[in-house]
């Protein structure tokens, strides 16, 4: 009697966290619906396309479902739910059009002199949607995944991580030193961090590096490869987002793309992540050649 009550309380402690809870599922319909009504008010403003809200709201329903399915439950055919997920996101993000208009945050001929021009500008599909991914992934899987690292340990990787992807870059980008006015500095900083990194990890990590682990896990049992071929496939797509042609730049972003996935599987916190991606574009912008 006694194994049976701890296998019935371990049943319900595995079902409670393998899902999202009834508080979570209500704060992502109420932010989801926030993040509809001001899509709706840019795409009034020509900063989004209506197709573009239209997959906004896909976005929404199919997440709702995604996430309201245990984990544990989750059929291998249902698990491919989160594609059309991924690709409605990817095609929100990347879509270019002469309607849709981009808000200028800065317009600088160049940043120091010498420099290339440089148009800082707001996708507002990317934010929108990274953000959509966010609210409904992120507590998903922080209620299936356990703590590897401690904060300290993380942190030392992270800031090990942001050392070598820097350095790497400068020396095979033939990058010099250019420190930056500290206007562009205050402008470019939060808009990286808010609209470029947290979208970008939130698509790359939440919808596609976690969920192939997860597809992976039901179906291999190599950890190695359960682990090592998302961050593969991430960094490859990482790449190619980038639209970077030279060997010196492909390899770059590939070590950048690489260790951004490392460090969110070593220490499964998607912040250390962000703050990898930020503090290397932070210091490469601040005080390097920019833009490339």
Excluded at 168 to 186: E, S
Excluded at 190 to 202: G, K, R, S
Aim: charged letters at 10%; one cysteine or more; proline letters at 3%.
């Amino acid at each position: 009697m006694h194994n049976t009550f701890m296998h019935s309380t371990s049943m319900q402690s595995t079902s409670m966290n393998s899902t999202l809870n009834q508080t979570q599922c209500y704060r992502g319909v109420l932010f989801s619906g926030l993040i509809l009504v001001l899509g709706f008010i840019l795409s009034q403003l020509s900063f989004l396309s209506g197709s573009q809200l239209a997959l906004l709201a896909l976005i929404t329903l199919l997440l709702l479902a995604y996430a309201k399915k245990p984990i544990y439950k989750q059929s291998r055919l249902w698990q491919l739910l989160i594609f059309p997920i991924i690709a409605a996101a990817f095609v929100i993000a990347t879509t270019k059009s002469s309607d849709i208009i981009k808000p200028s945050v800065f317009y600088a001929e160049e940043l120091y002199p010498g420099g290339k021009p440089f148009h800082l500008q707001l996708n507002v599909g990317k934010t929108l949607a990274g953000y959509l991914l966010l609210i409904w992934l992120l507590p998903l899987w922080l209620n299936n995944q356990k703590r590897t690292l401690s904060i300290r340990k993380s942190t030392i990787i992270t800031l090990a991580f942001t050392s070598l992807i820097i350095s790497t870059a400068w020396v095979l980008l033939d990058l010099d030193i250019h420190l930056k006015h500290w206007v562009f500095i205050a402008l470019f900083l939060p808009v990286n961090l808010l609209t470029t990194c947290v979208a970008e990890e939130a698509f790359i990590r939440l919808s596609l590096q976690k969920p192939l682990e997860h597809f992976l896990a039901s179906a291999l049992r190599s950890s190695v490869i359960i682990k090592g071929l998302p961050i593969v496939i991430t960094t490859v797509l990482f790449v190619a987002l980038h639209g970077v042609s030279e060997i010196s730049g492909i390899i770059t972003f590939a070590l950048a793309g690489l260790l951004y996935g490392l460090v969110y599987t070593l220490t499964n916190r998607l912040l250390f992540t962000i703050l990898l991606h930020f503090a290397v574009n932070a210091l490469h912008f601040i005080f390097l050649t920019y833009p490339i």
